[in-house]
């Protein structure tokens, strides 16, 4: 029996046993920073510490584990490589999407190494925009990657390059290349050859020496904004919990709000994009978060991630319309001038020119000025305009035209009666002359029941003619401009007719060809080409 008092001591305490990774936990380099490594970049590096190519290295063991995200094999893992060329749109891999979180969790899971997510946009996920966000094609900036035999072995691809929008070295102040210097092809953002500083179809060495920083004014503005960017990417560590879109959106509305609304909110932007925004019902993008941080003179940081108050409380008395900002003197002086015009203008131009989109402004402050300009050019209006020269058409003049339009047996156009006679419209007709009117609408009822009743006896004779008829020239007998009428009431006989005329033009070009090889036969047949014992003499 064991005798705890004198054992007791030997009980072995569990050890803390570290998992061993699949893949070298290799560091990401540049977390926390504006020069943080892409997680394309991240996976080459990966591929050449193992010593192999990166497409080796993805296609043995990477995508073989990457489950399927759409069709019918969503959530399974593939049993055989895509077909597809899975490089053309790797770019993703550094994005916001559900493929970039997949590929994050995998590499989380071989290298035991955490928050590669950091290498990605996936912490801005939900608040920025995926669209015109990541480039397809591979940029750089020769200066970061340096001397090769100085610089080989601690270069890495930069999250910063993939943006659209960053044109520019905010470091070096130089614009980022895109073609190789030696075989001057584009690349793909991550390749099967991928290898950090060089280029994927050629080998060939992609840094240069540093050279001094250029003080170029052109890329002043390129350089502020890849700035911009490089702080989105150095706070992704250190992002609070409750940032979000909520609060994208109310920061949005205060803007909004002390500007005095959608129309004053001068920051480039459609009023249509801006009430999105606030409805949560797009999500920004990234070129519109940076103009819009610029316009408020706000840093794209505290736009997302804290909540602006400019001090502004608005009075619930007040109404934010635009004659609470536009000087009362500018205002009368305008309406003066116009009351001084020839033919005074009208209220809304003069609105208009004073930056206001209705005349309720003007009309607030300055109701006597704005009812005196408004009679004024009335009356200027009403005495400049020429007298009308015709004088109404009489009444007999009108009845002997319908009389005589009812006499006849084709069809009546009462608007075009009524411009023969000088009428503006045929209004005139249903007042004075509601009998006749009604009289040549039965003759035109009757005209056109007449119509419709000999389609069907001139389709059916159709088929009779020779050569037969379209159903063009059926409907033009008839006297309609188009074939509507035909095929909307009679689909069946149209179709027959249609088809028995694409069956004549078949046995007549039949007809045609066999003919040509009779004679042909007859002509080689006399020529003594075919002999006289051939089969075709028979």
């Known amino acids: 029996m064991q005798d705890d008092t004198l054992y007791a001591g030997w009980e072995p305490s569990l050890l803390d046993v570290i998992r061993r990774s699949y893949l070298y936990p290799q560091a990401p380099i540049g977390v926390g920073t504006a020069a943080v490594e892409s997680l394309t970049g991240y996976i080459s590096r990966l591929a050449a510490a193992h010593a192999v190519e990166t497409g080796t290295l993805v296609n043995r063991e990477l995508l073989p584990r990457v489950p399927y995200t759409k069709g019918a094999w969503a959530g399974q893992v593939p049993k055989h490589l895509p077909v597809y060329s899975f490089y053309i749109d790797a770019h993703t891999l550094n994005g916001v999407g559900h493929r970039a979180r997949l590929w994050v969790s995998l590499l989380e899971q071989l290298t035991c190494v955490r928050r590669l997510d950091l290498l990605t946009t996936l912490p801005w996920a939900g608040t920025i925009s995926c669209v015109h966000l990541l480039r397809t094609s591979r940029v750089w900036?020769?200066?970061?990657?340096?001397?090769?035999?100085?610089?080989?072995?601690?270069?890495?691809?930069?999250?910063?390059?993939?943006?659209?929008?960053?044109?520019?070295?905010?470091?070096?102040?130089?614009?980022?290349?895109?073609a190789c210097p030696f075989c001057g092809r584009r690349q793909y953002v991550f390749a099967a050859r991928s290898r950090p500083g060089y280029c994927s179809r050629c080998y060939g060495w992609l840094g240069?020496?540093?050279?001094?920083?250029?003080?170029?004014?052109?890329?002043?503005?390129?350089?502020?904004?890849?700035?911009?960017?490089?702080?989105?990417?150095?706070?992704?560590?250190?992002?609070?919990?409750?940032?979000?879109?909520?609060?994208?959106?109310e920061n949005v509305h205060n803007f909004v709000r002390d500007s005095g609304g959608y129309r004053r909110f001068r920051a480039g932007f459609h009023p249509r994009h801006v009430r999105d925004w606030i409805r949560n019902a797009a999500i920004p993008?990234?070129?519109?978060?940076?103009?819009?941080?610029?316009?408020?003179?706000?840093?794209?940081?505290?736009?997302?991630?804290e909540r602006i108050d400019s001090g502004k409380k608005p009075d619930q008395n007040c109404v934010w319309k635009a004659h609470y900002r536009v000087a009362t003197s500018v205002v009368e002086a305008a309406l003066q001038a116009a009351l001084q015009a020839a033919v005074p203008p009208p209220l809304q131009e003069i609105a208009n020119q004073l930056g206001y989109r209705t005349v309720s402004s003007l009309q607030y402050r300055f109701p006597a000025l704005c009812c005196e300009i408004a009679g004024r050019r009335r009356t200027e209006v009403r005495t400049s305009r020429p007298s009308p020269s015709k004088a109404p058409v009489p009444r007999d003049r009108i009845e002997k035209a319908l009389i005589e339009e009812l006499s006849k047996a084709g069809f009546t156009d009462l608007r075009a009666v009524a411009a023969s006679i000088g009428l503006s419209s045929k209004r005139r007709l249903y007042k004075d002359f509601r009998d006749l009117r009604l009289a040549i609408v039965a003759k035109n009822a009757t005209i056109k029941k007449r119509r419709l009743a000999a389609i069907r006896p001139a389709m059916a004779a159709a088929f009779n003619e020779q050569p037969v008829p379209?159903?063009?020239?059926?409907?033009?007998?008839?006297?309609?401009?188009?074939?509507?009428?035909?095929?909307?009431?009679?689909?069946?006989?149209?179709?027959?007719?249609?088809?028995?005329?694409?069956?004549?033009?078949?046995?007549?070009?039949?007809?045609?060809?066999?003919?040509?090889?009779?004679?042909?036969?007859?002509?080689?047949?006399?020529?003594?080409?075919?002999?006289?014992?051939?089969p075709w003499q028979q």
């Open 141 to 178: 900036c020769p200066s970061c990657y340096g001397n090769e035999s100085s610089a080989a072995q601690s270069v890495y691809e930069r999250l910063l390059w993939a943006f659209q929008m960053v044109i520019v070295c905010p470091n070096h102040r130089r614009r980022l290349e895109s």
């Open 208 to 249: 240069c020496e540093p050279q001094a920083s250029t003080s170029d004014s052109e890329l002043t503005e390129q350089i502020m904004m890849a700035e911009m960017v490089g702080e989105l990417l150095a706070a992704g560590p250190t992002l609070p919990a409750h940032f979000g879109l909520d609060l994208f959106r």
């Open 470 to 534: 379209t159903v063009a020239e059926v409907a033009r007998r008839l006297g309609y401009a188009t074939v509507k009428p035909v095929t909307s009431r009679f689909p069946e006989l149209t179709m027959e007719l249609r088809a028995y005329r694409r069956r004549l033009t078949q046995v007549k070009c039949g007809h045609r060809i066999n003919a040509r090889v009779r004679q042909r036969l007859t002509e080689v047949l006399h020529s003594g080409i075919i002999g006289q014992n051939s």
């Open 285 to 305: 993008r990234m070129d519109s978060l940076v103009m819009l941080s610029r316009n408020q003179n706000v840093s794209l940081i505290r736009l997302l991630t």
